[in-house]
């Protein structure tokens, strides 16, 4: 198994009717020598997917248990420990929040919004040579301008500027997470 759950080619959320399209390379066929090693990759994913804290958690605390089930395989610590979390903030008496992100949906939005900006863009900068293919420079700035202009229409949209803050964003997330 890869150390990198990011090299997977797994992707562990749904877009729903607004499917956002990148068009720099056709997606990776991912071979699995057999369904344990399915099972082994996508938990995986799943679980450096929580530690980014970038996806809508429910969605994601339900697709784990579902593939814990459908593989009678135990729940694994994170995922158990993480349910324990959830349950136990649902009945917390603390202080109530507000604004737009007084409940989970606004900030759980949010962090889709800019995980989904940092993935096309992380795919961009890697793949800035082809730029020019699609009108672009092959820059930093054009990535996030190509970037922007993909996701337009989009839940995640956003002006080149935005794409940039996401992306770092979410880059210290990682590397955060990496480092513990």
């Known amino acids: 198994m890869s150390s990198d759950p990011w090299q997977s080619g797994f992707i562990p959320w749904d877009y729903g009717e607004a499917q956002p ?18 099972f082994e990759q996508h938990i995986e994913a799943l679980r450096a997917a929580w530690l980014v804290d970038c996806f809508p958690r429910v969605q994601l605390l339900e697709e784990a248990k579902t593939l814990c089930r459908e593989h009678n395989r135990p729940v694994p610590e994170w995922l158990d420990q993480a349910l324990s979390e959830r349950l136990q903030a649902s009945v917390s008496d603390g202080p109530k929040a507000r604004g737009r992100q007084a409940k989970e949906s606004g900030s759980e939005r949010d962090r889709h919004k800019h995980y989904v900006r940092w993935s096309y863009a992380r795919t961009a900068l890697a793949r800035r040579k082809d730029l020019p293919l699609f009108g672009y420079a092959a820059t930093k700035d054009g990535a996030w301008e190509f970037v922007s202009d993909q996701l ?22 990682v590397a955060r997470r990496n480092s513990k």
């Open 21 to 38: 399209v990148l068009y720099l390379k056709p997606p990776r066929q991912v071979q699995y020598a057999d369904a344990s090693d399915y």
């Open 152 to 173: 337009r229409g989009t839940a995640a949209q956003g002006e080149p500027p935005t794409i940039e803050r996401s992306y770092h964003l979410i880059r210290r997330r």
